[in-house]
Nanobody
């Protein structure tokens, strides 16, 4: 199973981007599909996630109201629409997945499937 993250790029502050996380390979139906980001010199942090069985989304306070996670089951893809971007959103964004939801879903250590990362740069 491979996760492929894409959609990053350079955008001005206030702009928008949509990231995609596509799963390929053998049948893979994770209950948890999440996004983390890692800025230069900082630790990887939870951004948002989708619990597929409950169709429920979760967001870090720093992005709540600006980012929206959705899915397209026909394409086995999860999206994260990012709006009102700020320079502090600049980071490499990673998608990750886990078969079973974990209550400690903001901790990167619980995820064993990761995409390669896509760089988002927000200029001021």
């Amino acid at each position: 199973v491979q996760l492929q993250a894409s959609g990053g790029g350079l955008v001005q502050a206030g702009g928008s981007l949509r990231l995609s996380c596509a799963a390929s390979g053998r049948t893979f139906s994770p209950d948890a599909v999440v996004w983390f980001r890692q800025a230069l010199g900082k630790e990887r942090e939870f951004v948002g996630g989708l619990r597929r069985s409950l169709r429920r989304t979760y967001y870090a306070d720093s992005v709540k109201g600006r980012f929206t996670i959705s899915r397209d089951n026909t394409k086995n893809t999860v999206y994260m629409q990012m709006g009102r971007l700020k320079p502090e959103d600049t980071a490499v964004y990673y998608c990750a997945a886990r078969i079973n939801w974990n209550v400690d879903y903001t901790a990167a250590r619980h995820y064993d499937n990761w995409g390669q990362g896509t760089l988002v740069t927000v200029s001021s």
